[in-house]
């Protein structure tokens, strides 16, 4: 069975580095832990994904030696269940609200006893019954995450008692929806946004658990590893080729010009 590489860094003190991919290829998917990423954000709460699409590119990206962090809705116990038997290595759970909803997540994340989660032992993440299922349940209990996401200030008031819930691996703010929630739409660095991720990232320290960030620049992603980000989400698939065509077109444009000018 395989072991997640996140956990391997973040547990030996080590920064993981991630990035988001959209684009439901599996040539990049594989290709991404080729280039040296721990982790790929895959996102099934906001982006028209099945869970038979979502199981074939978490297949790609084992076979090129990178995490999956699967992100499904909030309460949707199934989904969370097939994908990490597809062999999804983490689990971002979206608007955690409160203590109980970390419970639940838990409940649904993780085996007893830490949790409830039900079991199969024949999918990808058990070898296909490879293993004893002793074996395999200790094995994903020791190498599967969860990350809750907090996106809202009701949920911000309930931190502590949210990071202390037994079983929750990660904390991470989701700045774009907590900026809607407080009024300035998209303004990650506005006051209110950055003192909720300290407050985010303090919680974290107090409770003995690791923080996950999502990042809009290097600069960015290295101010959070100074804040204690563990797990750092940096770049998106969709603005690598957007920027890039971009960049192209621009480049093309001024041969266009210049042509025209010669005549």
């Given amino acids: 069975m395989r072991n997640s590489r996140v956990l391997q860094k973040t547990r030996t003190g080590h920064t993981a ?66 994908l990490l038997e597809a062999g999804a290595a983490g689990i971002m759970y979206p608007r955690c609200q409160s203590a109980d909803d970390a419970r639940q997540a838990v409940a649904w994340a993780k085996f007893a006893p830490v949790g409830r989660r039900g079991c199969d032992g024949s999918n990808a993440d058990a070898d ?17 995450f969860l990350i809750l996401q907090i996106e809202d200030p009701t949920a911000l008031e309930q931190i502590a008692e949210i990071a202390a819930v ?3 691996d990660f904390l ?6 907590y900026s809607i929630q407080v009024g300035v739409p998209g303004q990650i660095f506005h006051p209110l946004v950055t003192a909720a991720q300290q ?23 290295r101010q959070l590893a100074e804040q204690g980000a563990a797990l750092i989400f940096a ?21 266009a010009e210049r042509t025209q000018a010669d005549h």
């Fill in 235 to 255: 770049g998106c698939d969709l603005l690598f080729v957007r920027d890039g065509l971009n960049q192209l077109h621009a480049q093309l444009q001024q041969i």
């Fill in 172 to 177: 991470m703010l989701g700045p774009g929806d």
């Fill in 17 to 82: 580095f991630a990035t988001t991919l959209h684009l439901r290829s599996a040539d990049v998917f594989e290709m991404i832990g080729q280039t040296g990423f721990d982790g790929i954000w895959l996102d099934l709460e906001h982006h028209p994904i099945s869970e038979f699409q979502a199981a074939e590119l978490i297949r790609a990206a084992r076979a090129g030696g990178t995490d999956v962090i699967a992100r499904p809705g909030n309460g949707e116990y199934q989904r969370m269940a097939r």
């Fill in 128 to 144: 296909f019954g490879s293993h004893t299922l002793s074996k395999y349940l200790q094995h994903a209990q020791q190498q599967t």
């Fill in 166 to 168: 037994p079983g929750v």
């Fill in 199 to 221: 407050q985010v990232a303090d919680a974290a320290v107090a409770a003995g658990i690791a923080l996950a960030a999502t990042s809009v620049s290097v600069d960015h992603a």
